[in-house]
């Protein structure tokens, strides 16, 4: 059983290294930076102090919103989605900064 | 007729038969008379220990005592000088003390059948003359918007009580100025140690690191901003302008002057981000 998990995912990292465009490893790359910041917040909340529950909120719901975009951005520059999407990768580059943008202002905006 | 300050109203003639009136209305009889008077000292077995029917201006025979266990009951009629009953806007018992004038107002409430009734229960007793026993002056004070008011004194009581207990309850009340306030700072909230929040800071920059490195060991660079050098570095320099921007917010700026800003920096961010961009897929058009 154990073996076969072994080989399951030993296949799936292959398959990711050898297909995965370099443009979606980097994508991926920032999203488990996210989740692992997310983390470490949240660990400090759990076990440490709330203290200040706002900055908790401000830097947790950062991180969740920068994964969020990230996989939109992943979604919309997968050359397998071309043709679900019209918009160029570029495009999804821009939409992708100005939710950064707007999202900046409402996180300094909380972080008291 | 004009009046000469404020004491000239009242040297006028008029004024002072205005005055003469009021003080009559005030003092006298008035348009309200209270009859039936019935002022009752009761065992607490029911039976009556004083009983006295008045009607005004007649005052109680001798000088009943009340306590705890043998309260006070007064009840009368009110009605005007057409013999009609009347319906008071205030209708006071008062007992003023006749050795240190504290005057306490128990109020009458009106029964069924019409008439008033005060009941000095045991519990108001203790309320009420906790400070001390000693003679007290019983007066009606009954009111009406309609038909004026009238003070009606029925006489003197005793009420009993401890006088060392009086004595105490003197020496607990002192009228003078109040201890020295000192404003006291609220506590800070406890906080943790340095140390955990500096282990933790260190391990939420770890990720970032770990980023950077994988990003280079990826091959992530900046050789294709090259091909499109001046917009791709405006677009970026005005998108960290933004970030900037929220830094400065976070710091101390404040909001409208953040929105001011940010609308400033807004047209050109697009502008400039629309030409890097769209210039950047003529590239790769091109390449392809």
Known sequence: ?112 | MKPDGLLGVWTHRGGLCLFALLLFISTAWGELVAKNVNVKVMERTGDKLFGQQLSGPGTLEGVPKISATTPLSISFDVVTDANEAAVLDQAFVSLRSLATGDEIALVAKQTKSGSYRMDLSRKNFRTHFSHGPGTYNVALVLGSFANGGVFYELGDISVAGSAKASNKQREDATYGPRPETHHRFAEAQKTPSAVVSLAFTAMAVVPLVALFGVWIRLGVNASNLKKEAAGSTAFMGLVSAYMALAVAYWVGVKLFPTLAYALALALPTYLVGQFALSRRIQHNIGGH
């Open chain 1, 1 to 112: 059983m154990s073996a076969s998990t072994t080989d399951v995912v030993c296949k799936l990292a292959r398959g990711y290294t050898e297909k995965t465009p370099r443009r979606l490893k980097v994508i991926d790359t920032y999203m488990v930076f996210c989740v692992l910041v997310g983390i470490v917040q949240f660990a400090y909340c759990a076990l440490v102090s709330t203290f200040p529950y706002n900055a908790f909120l401000a830097g947790f719901g950062s991180a969740v919103a920068c994964f969020v975009f990230a996989a939109n951005l992943r979604i919309k520059t997968n050359p397998k989605n071309t043709s679900q999407f019209s918009g160029s990768s570029e495009g999804a580059f821009a939409e992708f900064v100005l939710c950064h943008i707007i999202l900046h202002f409402i996180v300094a905006n909380f972080l008291g």
